[in-house]
């Protein structure tokens, strides 16, 4: 069935870049996605790349995707403070594009 | 952007008590609604997808009777919580897929105890 994988803690400096990693299993999955969730509040869309892609940059955050092995990542460039926060994985999967969450990798920035 | 309104964002009430919760996406069509489950440090657990005009789609383990979910409109959904217990103390979440689209967009969450 499917899966989503990922590590579950990151600890990085500030201004150092920071990288998650997620691994899918649904080769079918047209889009993947990147959320940001912190305490106690919904998530929030960071930034999704469709299957076709191999990398896409918005500003201090880029996606790698290989395909091939289906593997994701986020790269957040000059890690801040604020980044700091749980950031999920998640795959389409299903005539209803459900979305199959990874358990989420706790960042957490320190000075 | 797209946003997606959720209320209430905090709901304490005793048990025994039926409780509605709503997701509204304010600036865009939404026909697919999801509700998710998340308890503390864990994931988002789909419970089940909420479809304009139509039953809800759930998924296995989620009782569809204890969780009655409305799709009337092409902007609201609405997941009711009858007769909760303290076990259902968690906090909900709802996302709505734009019209023939991607991506989901969330709502920022109730966080519902059950006393």
């Known amino acids: 069935g499917e899966d989503v994988e990922q590590s579950l803690f990151l600890s990085v400096r500030e201004g150092d870049s920071s990288v998650i990693n997620c691994t899918y299993t649904?080769?079918?999955?047209?889009?993947l996605y990147w959320y940001k969730q912190e305490p106690g509040a919904g998530l929030q869309l960071l930034t999704y790349?469709?299957?076709?892609?191999d990398m896409k940059q918005d500003q201090r955050l880029t996606v790698l995707l290989n395909k091939k092995d289906k593997h994701l990542s986020l790269r957040i460039a000059d890690t801040q403070t604020g980044d700091s926060a749980i950031y999920f994985c998640a795959e389409v999967s299903g005539g209803y594009n459900k979305l199959i969450f990874g358990a989420g990798t706790r960042l957490a920035v320190h000075p | 952007g797209a946003v997606v309104s959720q209320h209430p964002s905090r709901v304490i009430c005793k048990s025994g008590t039926s409780v509605k919760i709503e997701c509204r996406s304010l600036d865009f069509q939404a026909t697919t609604m999801f509700w998710y489950r998340q308890f503390p440090k864990q994931s988002l657990m789909l419970m089940a997808t909420s479809n304009e005009g139509s039953k809800a789609t759930y998924e296995q383990g989620v009782e569809k009777d204890k969780f009655l979910i409305n799709h009337a409109s092409l902007t609201l959904s609405t997941l009711t919580v009858t007769s909760a217990h303290p076990e259902d103390s968690s906090f909900y979440i709802c996302s709505a897929r734009e019209l023939g689209g991607q991506p989901q967009h969330f709502g920022d969450g109730t966080r519902l105890s059950i006393l």
């Open positions: 790349i469709f299957s076709n892609m």
């Open positions: 649904d080769s079918s999955s047209t889009y």
